[in-house]
């Protein structure tokens, strides 16, 4: 960042050259992510009642805190099973700000059929332009206020203190690998500008699908060598003599 603004002024003609360019930056450790089993999501909800419907959202569909927080009643398509997320909230000195999400693209987001149900009663009675999710004022979901009201006490009940809720995050990415999503399908569920970024992020769980295609290619050579062996020798031989019959030269 530091660099970036030295930059902007070299070419405001403020200075002359950017003094950080070429500077190596340490390499930034990453935390160990987290992800949930269907379990664990299960009892985090039931202890985060009466707000389960929170947790279950962004453990199985892997929205951000801000996209789910701005999500409006006319983006939720309850018989497509989609929610579009357009719109993104984040909070800027104590306001709470609307925008474009992270990567200003909008994309839509498929719901598990179990969720269909709880969502229709969440958002019954209300206009399209209102928020499906609220806090107990009606205002703006807060992630600060969530997490000290109701996240942080139900993580803790059920023995995973210290948990984030963009930790759901990964746990939607973890559990739709576990089920067969390709990197390309978990990409457009997240909402990551590319299948790379996806892939750097959780190379960690496409990690089986390396064994299932070693698993694949030994199952194929076996059965091209059984398939090699069975033919061998099938077909006439021209050379042969039949018994009983006299070779004439």
């Known amino acids: 960042m530091f660099s970036l603004l030295l930059a902007l002024a070299v070419r405001d003609g403020r200075l002359v050259r950017n003094v950080s360019a070429g500077v ?34 962004l453990a199985y569909t892997g929205l951000r805190w801000g996209e789910l927080a701005a999500l409006r009643v006319r983006r939720v398509h309850l018989v497509k099973r989609r929610l579009l997320v357009a719109e993104s909230v984040t909070e800027v000195n104590g306001r709470a ?3 474009t999400p992270k990567t200003h693209q909008r994309r839509s987001v498929p719901l598990p059929r ?19 999710f609220t806090s107990p ?33 990964h ?26 970024m996806t892939l750097d992020v959780y190379a960690d769980l496409f990690e ?4 299932q295609v070693a698993d694949r290619l030994d199952r194929a050579a076996g059965r ?26």
């Open 137 to 169: 004022a009606g205002e703006v979901l807060r992630n600060n206020n969530f997490r000290r009201r109701v996240f942080d006490r139900a993580a803790a009940s059920i023995g995973l203190a210290g948990l984030t809720p963009h930790e759901l995050r």
């Open 208 to 211: 089986d699908d390396l064994d």
């Open 114 to 132: 179990f969720l269909v149900e709880p969502i229709a009663a969440q958002i019954a009675g209300r206009a399209g332009d209102e928020l499906v």
């Open 97 to 99: 700000v609307f925008g």
């Open 224 to 249: 091209a060598a059984a398939d090699s062996v069975r033919t061998e020798g099938v077909g006439p031989d021209l050379d042969a003599v039949r018994p009983g019959r006299r070779q004439h030269g």
């Open 171 to 196: 746990t939607a990415a973890s559990l739709a690998v576990a089920e067969g999503a390709n990197v390309k399908a978990v990409q457009r569920m997240l909402g990551h500008a590319s299948a790379a």
């Open 24 to 57: 190596r930056l340490p390499r930034v450790g990453h935390a160990e992510k987290v992800f949930l089993t269907h379990g664990q999501v299960g009892e985090l909800a039931a202890a985060a009642e009466p707000h389960g419907l929170i947790i279950r959202v």
